[in-house]
């Protein structure tokens, strides 16, 4: 059965520090990735996506993530975090013509003043 | 534009007793997707609809869920029986389609507590 694997359960960073949440995911196929978030008291909404083409995609709020093949990985970056980017992040990945999603645990991400 | 909505946004049942779960998608939104996640777990899928079919139920835990959909419109999730590792928070999401490209927009969810 194909996972995705988020390694950092709670990430603590202080305003303007870099940030990398990592993401590995089973499946050998077809590769639909996706990045998640959750602000607090808020729906889950779309970060970012990555079907094909560049492997560096570039989502709303300033995150990209980079897709490396050969890793299984999908890890998510952003150069300077802000206070507001505290929040919960969920990898997933779409399978089969059904597009069903398959998550990871999330990562919940604290940014501090 | 109105997004996707469900209710209740909470529930407290008693072991034993059914209960049903409504998710109302975006106008248009062909398919239909149901998640739950557990107190420390990752969304986990449910099923899906494509119009009002259900081709894969896979997804469901146990002949205690059933899910049905009225046309392209309102869903249902119903658990009958519910039993206390049920409790989790029940997320809906619709998108344009099936296609993977067809972003997936979720609704706030329904917490659901069996006691």
């Known amino acids: 059965a194909q996972s995705v694997s988020q390694h950092n359960h709670h990430v603590i960073l202080s305003e303007a520090a870099s940030l990398e949440l990592g993401c590995n995911y089973s499946?050998?196929?077809?590769?639909?990735l996706f990045w998640y978030v959750q602000y607090p008291g808020q729906h889950l909404q779309l970060l970012l996506k990555?079907?094909?083409?560049?492997?560096l995609v570039k989502g709303i709020k300033g995150f990209e993530a980079e897709f490396i093949k050969s890793k299984f990985s999908f890890n998510l970056r952003k150069p300077s975090v802000q206070w507001s980017d505290t929040a919960e992040y969920f990898c997933?990945?779409?399978?089969?013509?059904?597009?069903?999603?398959?998550f990871g645990t999330g990562t919940r991400l604290q940014v501090t003043l | 534009g109105a997004g996707v909505s469900q209710s209740p946004s909470n529930k407290v049942t008693e072991k034993g007793k059914d209960v049903e779960l409504r998710c109302d998608p975006i106008?248009?939104?062909?398919?239909l997707y149901w998640y739950r996640q557990r107190l420390g777990q990752g969304l986990e899928f449910l099923i899906y609809?494509?119009?009002?079919?259900?081709?894969?139920k896979s997804g469901l835990p146990s002949d205690r869920f059933s899910a049905e959909r009225t046309g392209e419109s309102v869903s249902t999730l119903t658990i009958q029986r519910t039993q206390q590792e049920d409790s989790a928070v029940y997320l809906c999401?619709?998108?344009?389609?099936?296609?993977?490209?067809?972003?997936?927009?979720f609704g706030p969810g329904t917490r659901l507590t069996v006691t």
């Open positions: 499946y050998g196929g077809t590769v639909n």
């Open positions: 999401a619709s998108s344009l389609g099936l296609n993977p490209t067809y972003e997936q927009y």
């Open positions: 997933a990945h779409a399978t089969g013509t059904a597009s069903k999603l398959t």
């Open positions: 990555y079907f094909s083409g560049d492997p």
């Open positions: 106008s248009g939104h062909t398919a």
């Open positions: 609809f494509q119009g009002n079919s259900a081709p894969d």
